[in-house]
C-alpha cells in the first residue's frame, strides 16, 4: 500500500503472481469511486447544485468508506493466493489434499466476491452524480462508470476460476449465480451512464 505507482507496476508487471487481476479489480474499482468523491467534492457548496447538497452530503463519507474498503481489499487478495498456491503444491496422493484445496478456494473466492460486491453498492451514486453532479465533471462521472465496470468484470473472472476448480458444485455454481447477478445488473448500469454522458459530449 506504500508503493509509489511506478513500483507497483514494475511488480505486478514482473513473474510474481501477486499482485494480480484481483487486487487490480480492486484497485480499479477504487480509483472508479474516488472519482465519484471528485466529483461530488467539486459540486458540495455551489449555488447551481444547491438541491441536491443532502444528496452530496450523503455520498461523500459513502465514497471514503468504500475507498478504504477496496484497497485494503487488493491486500487482502494477495494473502488469500499464498495458502492456495501451498495447496496446489501438495503431493496428489495426499489425503487431505482435496480439503485443504477446497478450503482455500472457498476463501480465496470470497474476496473477489467482496470486490465485486463492494463495487456493485456504489453504482448507484455514479447514477446520482451523472444527474446531480457538476456538468464540468460530468466526463470524470463517466470514466467512474468505465472504471467500475471493468473492476467487476475483472472480480467476476477471478470468482470463476476457483469456482471452477471445488468439488463442493452446488457451492461454486451458487457463488457463480450470485457473482453473474451483480454483473449482469452493474454492468447495464455502468453501461448505461457511460453511453448518454458520451452522447451528450459528442459534437453533432
Known amino acids: 500500500m506504500n508503493m509509489a505507482i511506478q513500483n507497483f507496476m514494475m511488480e505486478l508487471s514482473s513473474g510474481s503472481p501477486v499482485p494480480g487481476g484481483g487486487g487490480v479489480s480492486a484497485l480499479i474499482g477504487a480509483v472508479g469511486v474516488s472519482l465519484c ?12 447544485y444547491a438541491q441536491f447538497q443532502e444528496d452530496i ?9 468504500s475507498i478504504s474498503r477496496l484497497l485494503e481489499l487488493i491486500r487482502k487478495d494477495a494473502e488469500v493466493f499464498e495458502p492456495l ?8 496422493d495426499v ?7 477446497e478450503e482455500v478456494l472457498v476463501t480465496a473466492c470470497s474476496v473477489p466476491m467482496e470486490i465485486l460486491q463492494e463495487v456493485y453498492c ?17 466526463s470524470d462521472v463517466g470514466v467512474a462508470a468505465s472504471a ?17 476448480l471445488m468439488k463442493n458444485r452446488e457451492y461454486a455454481l451458487e457463488m457463480n449465480e450470485r457473482a453473474m447477478s451483480m454483473l449482469k445488473d452493474g454492468v447495464e448500469r ?9 452522447e451528450e459530449l459528442r459534437c453533432r
Open 148 to 164: 467500475c465496470r471493468s473492476a467487476m468484470e475483472g472480480a467476476s473472472m477471478n470468482v470463476y476460476i476457483n469456482t471452477k
Open 122 to 138: 456504489v453504482i448507484d451514486i455514479i447514477e446520482q452524480l451523472s444527474h446531480k453532479g457538476s456538468k464540468l465533471a460530468v
Open 57 to 65: 452530503d450523503a455520498i461523500l463519507p459513502r465514497t471514503q468508506d
Open 37 to 48: 468523491s471528485m466529483v461530488a467534492n467539486l459540486t458540495s457548496g455551489k449555488k447551481k
Open 85 to 92: 498456491s501451498a495447496a496446489y503444491g501438495i503431493p496428489k
Open 95 to 101: 489425503p487431505e489434499r482435496d480439503e485443504i484445496l
Open 190 to 198: 455502468c453501461d448505461k451512464v457511460y453511453q448518454r454522458i458520451s
